[in-house]
């Protein structure tokens, strides 16, 4: 069964860093790009970050560059995101996402809450 699970948030002071997983099953995960996308109360779903399935090329939302890295873990089957120096504005919940042969798939969300 296709699975990704998502884990490392929490609640941190504006200036902290999180890092991010995402353990995925039950599909070729080295074969498909990965993606972290959030959503904050009131917003829709936006990208964050991605990542080509070899690791070799990635891209971020403007707001995250120099502060977010996406890497991942092929041997492991993870994806991390590393995020440093938070702000309040990053306090959202964040997903795991992938595009598959026929439709997108999703973890479960964890929350980051970035507040003093």
């Known amino acids: 069964q296709l699975q990704l699970v998502e884990s490392g948030g929490g609640l941190v002071q504006p200036g902290g860093f999180l890092r991010l997983s995402c353990a995925a099953s039950?599909?070729?995960?080295?074969?498909?790009?990965m993606s972290w996308y959030r959503q904050a109360p009131g917003k829709e779903r936006e990208s964050v970050a991605f990542?080509?399935?070899?690791?070799?090329?990635?891209n971020y939302e403007d707001s995250v560059k120099g502060r977010f890295t996406i890497s991942r873990d092929n041997a492991r089957n993870k994806v991390y995101l590393q995020m440093n120096s938070l702000k309040p504005e990053d306090t959202a919940v964040y997903y795991c996402?992938?595009?598959?042969?026929?439709?997108?798939?999703w973890g479960q969300g964890t929350q980051v809450t970035v507040s003093s």
């Open positions: 990542i080509s399935p070899n690791g070799g090329a990635t």
């Open positions: 039950g599909f070729t995960f080295g074969a498909y790009a």
């Open positions: 996402y992938f595009r598959g042969l026929r439709r997108d798939y």
